[in-house]
């Protein structure tokens, strides 16, 4: 196209509209006046980003493997089973080695959690959602996945489903500004909303100002009604800065999340919810401390002397030993 007045024109009006549907969408969902064309646009790209996901990773069909997680009766031995059929499918190389530990480490949470699960890949970064953290996973609605799901991999808490396509589906990470999830302390109970904040940790809002917390305290979901959008349980992550109390009626704590949210890869969909609220089951066995090594230190004996002498009895001095050495015999 010649840069003449019109194609400038035309250039400038583009961005206008640009900036208005971003204006008009700045934070989705089925609430937004253009969440029928998002869907329109999922189902559309949708097989393109997975289409294009599998050409370039051939070991990504193995995922599917995962999908389900078998009866609730027998849920942990059926994960079991698929996690070794998914190790002989995988291969060896380093990086089908970490995607290992990562399904595994995700089979583990789900069958301590006893969450029911289908397994996803993240195919694409950053979907067409104004600026928020979301990924892309290559699940939709012919999986069974729905809109407000709960989204975790072995390290606990990635985010929620926000929109459904046919065979993808989009994911608002734990860390976006407008992600909020009600949030419950090990032990203690104190209840909390954790908000994201982007490449910062979480900041939770105890509803207890003068509830006592201390850096290395972990948090888990609270659970939703109806277990959407979330599933109780979720590992969160720890304190680790409290504000001082303050007298108020809350009380902020910054928490670091356990998921690392520029680095996921594999993550599992939380298609039935637990039975009854694992409370505190799923989040990792601390470290035991490293024992103390007591060292007993006994002192020498001194000597003593022998029966019907006295200490020093049997010493000589110098000056004696100097006398004996100059007398002759006569």
Do not use: C
Not at 4 to 15: D, N
Not at 306 to 316: L, M, S, V
Request: aromatic fraction near 4%; charge should be neutral.
């Amino acid at each position: 196209m010649r840069d003449t007045r019109e194609s400038r024109l035309l250039l400038v009006l583009l961005i206008a509209i640009a900036f208005a549907l971003i204006t008009v969408d700045i934070r989705g969902g089925q609430e937004s006046p253009v969440d029928g064309a998002r869907q329109a646009a999922a189902a559309v790209f949708g097989p393109v980003e997975n289409g294009v996901a599998t050409a370039v990773d051939p070991i990504g069909n193995a995922i599917g493997a995962v999908r389900d997680s078998g009866e609730r009766h027998n849920r942990i031995a059926a994960l079991e089973q698929e996690n070794a059929a998914l190790k002989a499918k995988l291969g060896s190389d380093d990086r089908n080695r970490n995607r290992l530990r990562e399904l595994d480490a995700m089979l583990k949470t789900a069958g301590a959690g006893q969450y029911g699960i289908k397994g996803a890949e993240v195919i694409a970064i950053g979907a067409a959602q104004g600026f928020s953290w979301t990924v892309t996973i290559d699940v939709g609605a012919r999986d069974g996945i729905r809109r407000d799901m709960t989204v975790l991999n072995g390290s606990g808490l990635v985010g929620r489903i926000t929109t459904v396509g046919p065979s993808t589906s989009t994911v608002l990470l734990a860390n976006d500004p407008d992600f909020t999830v009600g949030t419950r302390m090990e032990k203690t109970d104190e209840l909390g909303f954790a908000t994201g904040q982007g490449d910062r940790p979480l900041l939770v809002q105890l509803l207890n100002g003068k509830a006592k917390v201390k850096n290395g305290d972990r948090l888990v979901t609270f659970g939703s009604q109806a277990d959407k959008p979330f599933v109780p349980g979720v590992p969160v992550g720890e304190v680790v800065r409290v504000d001082p109390s303050g007298g108020g009626l809350t009380r902020n704590v910054y928490v670091r999340p356990y998921v690392g949210f520029t680095k996921l890869d594999i993550v599992g969909v939380v298609v039935q919810a637990p039975r009854t609220d694992p409370r505190d089951m799923v989040l990792p066995q601390k470290p035991k401390p490293a024992p103390t090594v007591t060292v007993t230190v006994t002192p020498t004996p001194t000597p003593t002397a022998t029966d019907g002498q006295k200490p020093g009895q049997n010493e000589r001095k110098p000056s004696d030993q100097g006398s004996d050495q100059g007398e002759e015999t006569p």
